[in-house]
């Protein structure tokens, strides 16, 4: 088991630039979850993938976000024409399906710093 | 809509034993979760309840009233490592977070 792995673990971009941010989820999960996560605050729920299906949406903070897990293995969280307030941690976390006390194990992050 | 409210700071000492409460508000209810988050790291789980009651894991125990809209996360034997911030969050649909509770475990 070699966890939920993250990439990159920084981010320093220019406003207005597009970035793209990676997870790959411990191999046998099959679900797949997006937060975002600012200083003082909890993790926010942004989306989330059973296999490739991504099955809640509504949550993303806006249409410049985006995520896709094209093949049910690694997902990518796109977020178009950056702006100074999508500076925050962004969090990956996978989970078995079954019994609903599994929980869910989390990445350590991608820190998006917006200049 | 879904509110949990924890408090913000605590402080102890250690070889203490210190209890954070979290109290919610959620449209829907399928558990409780407990999370442990360093500075810097990932979030990692500690507890999970769905029926009222006590659970115990080592060091570590959450409690449950559904009826009540609360839980309580009961750490034992402070150690200095145990400072940290402890997440509560409710699941429904999805999973929602609290604020966290930071706390600051002293020698």
């Known amino acids: 088991d070699t966890g939920v792995s993250q990439d990159p673990r920084h981010k320093i971009t220019k406003r207005g630039q597009n970035v793209t941010f990676r997870c790959d989820p411990i191999?046998?999960?099959?679900?797949l979850y997006w937060y975002r996560q600012t200083l003082g605050q909890g993790p926010e729920f942004l989306t989330y993938?059973?296999?490739?299906?991504?099955?809640?949406k509504s949550r993303l903070l806006s249409d410049r976000f985006s995520a896709e897990r094209p093949k049910g293995s690694f997902s990518t969280l796109e977020i178009q024409r950056t702006e100074q307030g999508d500076s925050a941690m962004y969090l990956c976390?996978?989970?078995?399906?079954?019994?609903?006390?599994?929980?869910?194990?989390f990445g350590d992050g991608t820190r998006l710093s917006i200049l | 809509g879904q509110n949990i409210d924890q408090p913000t700071e605590m402080t102890a000492t250690e070889g203490a034993i210190v209890q954070i409460n979290c109290t919610y508000q959620t449209s829907g209810f399928n558990g409780l979760f407990w999370y442990q988050q360093h500075a810097g790291e990932a979030p990692t789980f500690l507890s999970y309840n769905v029926l009222d009651g006590l659970e115990e894991k080592g060091r570590f125990s959450s409690f449950l009233s559904r009826s009540k809209g609360y839980s309580y996360l009961l750490l034992k034997e402070l150690q200095m490592k145990d400072s940290a911030s402890y997440l509560c969050a409710v699941r429904s649909s999805t999973l929602t977070f609290g604020k966290g509770t930071m706390l600051l475990v002293s020698p």
């Open positions: 191999s046998e999960h099959n679900r």
């Open positions: 976390a996978s989970s078995g399906q079954g019994a609903e006390n599994q929980p869910q194990h």
């Open positions: 993938f059973q296999n490739e299906a991504q099955l809640e």
